[in-house]
């Protein structure tokens, strides 16, 4: 299977670099030191397409590839981990559920407005006592006449409270299986549901310009019809999704390698110590050396897993892919951001350099979307190996 990008691809890469470089990058810095979420940079991503490259056309979106999608993530994360994190969960997490397993009504009424990048949706999966476990999900919803009521809480959600976001779906336990197990159920909640409340945002490490907040749910009502998919799916529409979400995240890990590739050879060239640059040094050289190997090997893993997507290859098939290229290119960003620190020396530790801003923002990305422990297991898995 080739994975190669197509001329079509570069340039959309060319496109999306240069608005990342004019509308993101000059203000990146002041937006991560704010903790502000850029609610019209964000919108006028939305102007670019960006939110619609793979929906339909008929919901105002481009009709695009997979493989469209990475590029514009990998691209904006090059710049501002932030802004390709909110790409990749507004399109990943918060469209993608409602147009694989949403009503046509469902559809109609939430994909235009998200797919516009008017607005933003948010996806509720990961609680305070179920992380990795997702199947512990204590969020319950009761079903009362033509309404749901939610009661409990969710954590660290993307997209969930800023003033562009419209909706979140959450998973909740339904009721309980035959064989005594929860029942997990996909619900739609809207943002002006009341009874969902929005916490304050999360004072993070890292992604400081992303939205991301812990939910509420107090008797949250909504209409039965809200119900995303099929009743008991739940947890398995919301496990599949994240197969697509990790090779976006891989993407995003591309982005923070190539950037600090590009960021060490400018300052290895310029610093002088002993009479010359860095880069002469055999010390430096090595790193640099060693950055161009993660980065290449890294986009070629992210890149095949895309193309097997875009190309439907076997389920089974596409779910290691997809988890080799996160492990391997999230890790592989958490070194680069080490090694250009350290190229960097003392000034790679001061803030107005970004590279101490990706240092920072790398880490959530070997937890974030399946953590590396969950990444080997299902590798394993995908060996045949009963891996619990």
């Not at 660290?156 to 009721?175: C, D, E, Q, W």
């Not at 029942?183 to 929005?198: H, K, N, Y």
Request: with cysteine; net charge negative; aromatic share 8%.
């Amino acid at each position: 299977m080739s994975y190669e990008l197509s001329r079509e691809h570069e340039e959309f890469r060319r496109v999306v670099r240069d608005f990342a470089e004019a509308e993101i990058a000059p203000l990146a810095a002041q937006w991560d030191r704010e903790h502000r979420f850029p609610v019209e940079v964000v919108r006028r991503m939305g102007e670019l397409g960006l939110f619609g490259l793979t929906a339909p056309e008929e919901y105002g979106g481009a009709g695009g590839d997979f493989t469209s999608l990475c590029v514009a993530i990998e691209e904006l994360g090059r710049v501002d981990q932030s802004m390709g994190i909110t790409l990749e969960a507004g399109v990943g997490l918060g469209i993608n559920p409602i147009l694989t397993f949403g009503s046509t009504e469902q559809k109609e009424r939430w994909l235009p407005d998200l797919v516009a990048g008017r607005r933003l949706a948010g996806f509720g999966l990961t609680e305070p006592g179920a992380g990795s476990d997702a199947g512990a999900t204590r969020t319950r919803a009761e079903l009362d006449g033509e309404e749901w009521v939610l009661n409990g809480a969710k954590q660290f959600i993307t997209n969930s409270g800023s003033a562009l976001t419209s909706v979140v779906t959450a998973t909740a336990r339904t009721g309980t299986r035959a064989d005594g197990r929860a029942e997990i159920s996909a619900i739609m909640v809207p943002a002006d549901t009341p009874g969902f409340v929005a916490e304050p945002a999360y004072d993070k490490l890292g992604w400081h310009a992303s939205d991301t907040h812990p939910l509420t749910f107090v008797d949250a009502r909504v209409p039965a019809g809200n119900l995303l998919g099929e009743r008991g799916r739940g947890l398995a529409q919301f496990l599949a999704t994240l197969d697509d979400g990790r090779v976006a995240i891989a993407a995003l890990a591309v982005g923070c390698i190539q950037a600090c590739l590009e960021m060490s050879l400018d300052y290895a060239g310029q610093r002088q110590t002993f009479g010359g640059p860095i880069g002469r040094k055999q010390g430096v050289a090595f790193q640099l050396a060693d950055l161009e190997v993660m980065v290449r090997s890294a986009r070629l893993l992210t890149y095949q897993a895309a193309a097997m997507k875009d190309a439907g290859a076997p389920a089974a098939q596409f779910k290691q892919a997809a988890a080799i290229a996160k492990l391997h290119a999230t890790e592989s960003a958490v070194s680069a951001t080490r090694i250009a620190t350290q190229i960097f020396g003392g000034y790679g530790f001061m803030e107005e350099y970004p590279v101490a801003r990706f240092y920072r923002d790398a880490k959530i990305l070997e937890i974030g979307e399946g953590t590396s422990e969950v990444q080997r297991m299902l590798i394993a898995r995908g060996l045949g190996l009963p891996v619990e």
